[in-house]
Nanobody, 116 residues
Framework: QVRLVESGGGLVQAGGSLRLSCAAS????????MGWYRQAPGKQRELVAV???????NYTDSVKGRFTISRDNAKNTVYLQMNSLKPEDTGVYYC??????????WGQGTQVTVSS
């Protein structure tokens, strides 16, 4: 059973910070790239950040310099540190497995709301 469980979302004022966590089970975590996605109200789900099994990272332009994705393979957990939050960062944040030769698995999402 593959399970991804996000946590750490909440309500924060603009300029504040949150750290999201995604705990994975049922997979060989260290072999998977992991991504954070978000879906704002009325918008398509978008990739926010990705970290490869080797630790390389990429970010969508709108969060570069503000968000940091990291992973702790010993804890089977991927993190998204979000700083200098803006109202446009509001949305449901999801973690997702990424393996070219495997099915994608999604977490249930965690709500991030940034007030102006």
């Amino acid at each position: 059973q593959v399970r991804l469980v996000e946590s750490g979302g909440g309500l924060v004022q603009a300029g504040g910070s949150l750290r999201l966590s995604c705990a994975a089970s049922g997979i060989n975590f260290s072999r998977y790239a992991m991504g954070w996605y978000r879906q704002a109200p009325g918008k398509q789900r978008e990739l926010v950040a990705v970290i490869t099994s080797g630790g390389s990272t990429n970010y969508t332009d709108s969060v570069k310099g503000r968000f940091t994705i990291s992973r702790d393979n010993a804890k089977n957990t991927v993190y998204l540190q979000m700083n200098s939050l803006k109202p446009e960062d509001t949305g449901v944040y999801y973690c997702k497995t990424q393996r070219i030769d495997r099915a994608d698995y999604w977490g249930q999402g965690t709500q991030v709301t940034v007030s102006s």
